[in-house]
């Protein structure tokens, strides 16, 4: 199957205690751009997709519901994570300048990776943890 062009089939969901101001922070950390934002009461998010090239994450307030019931945050669980997201990124380099001047901490600095590219580890505002790189699983040698 051929995947280069076509939009992702997986698509990471994320909460966040202030989704405006993660949304916010996200599309200019990382480059993200909104798709879609359904407000909620009080300030809240409802839903909220976010893309990144032919990727897409979904986000929204920390809340009720089921997945309120079945996701902990970040500072819930002593800054640890289940799961996180692998970004690829034409330039490494300047997508980690940017990141590191918007505030994210950086976990692991940008480096040469033993199989192929550059990649750098991080934390975002409310401190999920993200990972850019150039390596494309997709198309190794390329």
Known sequence: MDTQNKHARIIPGMRYRNAPAAIEWLCKAFGFEKHLVVPGKDGKIDHA???????????????????????????EIGGAETQSAYVIVPDCDAHYARAKAAGATMLRDVQDEDYGGRGYTCRDLEGHIWSFGSYDPWHPGS
């Open 49 to 75: 997709q976010l893309t990144f090239d032919n990727g897409m994450i979904m986000l929204s307030s920390v809340g009720g519901g089921m997945f309120g019931r079945l996701m902990k945050h970040p500072d």
